[in-house]
């Protein structure tokens, strides 16, 4: 059972927090007050729908005393027994504690591994991938920095993604992609394994992560592109290293201020994702290896042309729907993983 006074607890909250809105909350204070409501309001809403489940099955058993209403709830007890399990645990998940970082926008990183060309093309792919996830979910898709190869590849290619629930999706895709195909660059048809690396950050504010200026070393430089493309004709091109990481940052997509601005985001992001990593060992090291730990030296996925399947190894599901997937039809993949995260951390609360 999930206890009443906790229920309560919420319910109180939320009142309490919708009357501060209704009655005008200090201005400094609405945005915090507005995503708390924000945050409450699902739960809010699967708790009435499981005391209303509750009210029906209390209503259908008390008709067994009434001869005119007993093949009624005789007919309708089965299905309201049956349901109060699912609702509960449906709770159950809603009162999950929340990563902090969900609601957030995110940082996609992508870089090619092991494979040469084939593997800055697999990264391409990625990209492309990845992008079209963004706009089926009406997400905004921001391209802060790419770097090409001669064939069309990807070197490396930053994103900034915002929308709702970007991070709380996304970033069970942090790790290694693998992929078996034969490449475009493969003369004998011989299947290839390549791979590359993707990282998905929460962005951070410059409330979350103070970098003093004696921190960094900003460097301009003139970009450029293969065949041409993202070529400026001014030094507009930004390089930030961070002095006491060794974290190296460029932008070469926009303006010399915008790319200073973009570069700092990731900047910001990275340094932000080091402090989560920090705590979350420090709460559990046993999580180390679940699904969500963001290990990006972790191969979690393998694309298989020739088979026409995509299997995620860290919940050993396979899917033989390549074509669809890659071409940004996620959500079955990333629905399973959200599951399984979720099962692990009800097993750990013993709920």
Do not use: C
């Amino acid at each position: 059972m999930v206890p009443q006074e906790k229920l309560e607890q919420i319910l109180q909250r939320f009142e309490f927090l919708e009357a501060q809105l209704s009655a005008g909350a200090d201005p400094s204070e609405i945005a915090r007050i507005s995503r708390e409501y924000s945050e409450l309001k699902p739960v809010v809403t699967e708790i009435h729908a499981y005391r209303q489940a509750q009210d029906d099955l209390a209503e259908a058993e008390g008709w067994l005393s009434d001869p005119e209403m007993k093949a009624l709830a005789e007919e309708e007890l089965p299905r309201l027994k049956a349901r109060i399990p699912e609702m509960e645990q449906a709770l159950r998940i809603a009162l999950l504690p929340k990563d902090a970082a969900d609601a957030r926008p995110a940082i996609l990183e992508i870089r090619p591994g092991t494979g040469g060309e084939e593997a800055a093309l697999f990264a391409g792919d990625l990209l492309r991938m990845y992008q079209r996830y963004a706009d089926t979910k009406g997400w905004r898709f921001e391209l802060m920095d790419l770097s090409e190869t001669e064939l069309g590849g990807v070197k490396e290619a930053v994103a900034r993604i915002e929308g709702e629930g970007v991070f709380a999706r996304l970033k069970y895709e942090s790790g290694v992609h693998r992929v078996q195909r034969v490449p475009e660059t493969e003369a004998g048809g011989r299947i290839h394994t390549s791979a590359a690396t993707v990282a998905v950050l929460p962005e951070a504010e410059e409330v979350d992560i103070d970098i003093p200026a004696s921190d960094i070393r900003i460097d301009t430089m003139r970009s450029s592109g293969a065949g041409g493309q993202h070529v400026n004709t001014t030094d507009s091109a930004v390089r930030i290293t961070h002095l006491p990481t060794g974290i190296v940052v460029t932008s070469s997509e926009k303006s010399q201020h915008q790319n200073r601005a973009n570069a700092m985001a990731v900047l910001r992001a990275r340094l932000y994702e080091m402090e989560r990593d920090r705590a979350a060992k420090e709460r559990a090291d046993s999580r180390k290896s679940q699904v969500g730990s963001g290990d990006r030296s972790e191969r979690i996925r393998t694309y298989n042309f020739p088979q026409g399947r995509m299997t995620d190894h860290r919940i050993n599901l396979t899917l033989y729907a390549l074509g669809q997937i890659v071409n940004g039809d996620l959500d079955e993949v990333i629905d399973a993983l959200i599951a399984d995260d979720q099962a692990s951390k009800l097993a750990e609360m013993g709920a």
